[in-house]
């Protein structure tokens, strides 16, 4: 068994240590993804406690070598779609209230407004939105995000590419006008190429 723990840490330096000490690193990108899919702060944190809860309490499933980041925003996922399996039905906000109480980034100069986008974020499908953070915003590969969410390479990419033509459509930008903003985190989501890879 020693032998075996030696090998494994021969091949890949890095998961010689424990994954747990790994995790905190993830808690921002964690609590991102948590908010693009409850879409309200509150349950985004308890999303993610209740993945990072999974996660140290699962860690002797974690392969060592592999992507951790990737097997965390797989729990997240997972955990987000059973909860709302088991309550079947979502809130309603259509007076916005609780969209006013999430947090919002500072304006960025530009002439579209970061609100602006979140607005048309918030319009898109479930499934276009969640391939928009994998691949844009949070630099999953397409593979990654397909193993992720458990569909072909092909239909994360099909869902990112809707979702970035209903972006530009709902942001009223022309087919080959840029969009005009400081914050890498939108540009990464309406980047029509996958991101490089952190």
Known sequence: M?????????????????????LVTHLTALRAFALSLTREGAAADDLVQDTIVKA??????????????????????????????KTKREVSDTDGIHAARQATRPEHDGRLALKDFRA????????????LILV??????????????????????????????KLAELLHMAEDEELDMTDQATLAVMAANQPVRR
């Open 2 to 22: 020693a032998d075996a723990n030696k090998r494994n840490s021969d091949r890949n330096p890095a998961s010689a240590g424990d994954p747990r000490d790994e």
């Open 120 to 131: 048309a974020f918030e319009q898109l499908p479930d499934e276009q939105r969640e391939a």
């Open 56 to 85: 140290w309490t699962n860690m002797d499933k974690f392969q060592a070598g592999t992507n951790l980041r990737a097997w965390l925003f797989t729990i997240l996922r997972n955990t987000f779609y059973s909860a709302r399996r």
């Open 136 to 165: 844009g915003a949070s630099g999953f590969s397409y593979e990654e995000a397909a193993d992720m969410t458990g569909v072909a390479i092909g239909t994360v990419k099909s869902r990112a590419n809707r979702g970035r033509r």
